[in-house]
């Protein structure tokens, strides 16, 4: 078999962790979109919620498990996406998204989903050979114009889902 129908196989194959970690970070992703547009809609599923923060825990926690000899700056993303989850998780779930906790917890989810997009997209420049060829070490202006779009997409996600997340002023008759 060719090497890259080979690597594809591994990174899919959930029985292995590379794979199990890309299952967690695909459920992650798919779930957070459907979070964060509910955030923007100004309602909540709350098994959707839970399935994306227990995917984006664990994501983030098993990119922990891949062998390395120094600190990463994937696992600085990682620590990063860690704390903003448990701040999140605490907004949301102890806090019941009570007062200010709403729109704290409004920009953790945006924020972790924005973590999680931000690794599929160097992911992709690491491993798509035709964004690879535009971008090898990835600090070439196509990674960094890709990275740049994403980020202010989700700036403005996180400000629609904080407005989203106040109180709605009722008019007085």
């Given at each position: 078999m060719p090497a890259?129908?080979?690597s594809a196989m591994t990174i899919f194959d959930p029985t292995s962790w590379t794979g199990f970690h890309t299952w967690l970070s695909l459920i992650a992703l798919a779930t957070g979109f459907v979070v964060v547009l509910d955030l923007?809609?100004?309602?909540?599923?709350?098994?959707?919620?839970?399935?994306?923060?227990?995917?984006?825990v664990l994501t983030s926690a098993t990119g922990f498990g891949f062998p390395f000899?120094?600190?990463?700056?994937?696992?600085?993303?990682?620590?990063?996406?860690?704390v903003v989850l448990a701040v999140t998780l605490v907004a949301r779930y102890p806090l019941q998204r009570a007062g200010h906790w709403g729109w704290v917890y409004a920009v953790g989810a945006v924020i972790s989903l924005w973590l999680l997009v931000f690794v599929a997209v160097a992911q992709a420049f690491a491993k798509v050979p035709a964004l690879k060829a535009l971008a090898p070490t990835q600090s070439e202006p196509p990674f960094a114009i890709?990275?740049?779009?994403v980020f202010?997409?989700?700036v403005l996600a996180g400000a629609l889902a904080v407005r989203g997340a106040r109180p709605v002023a009722r008019p007085q008759f």
């Open positions: 890259t129908t080979m923007l809609a100004r309602r909540e599923r709350p098994a959707w919620t839970a399935i994306f923060l227990a995917t984006a000899s120094g600190l990463l700056p994937s696992h600085i993303v990682g620590i990063v996406a860690l890709a990275q740049l779009v202010a997409i989700f």
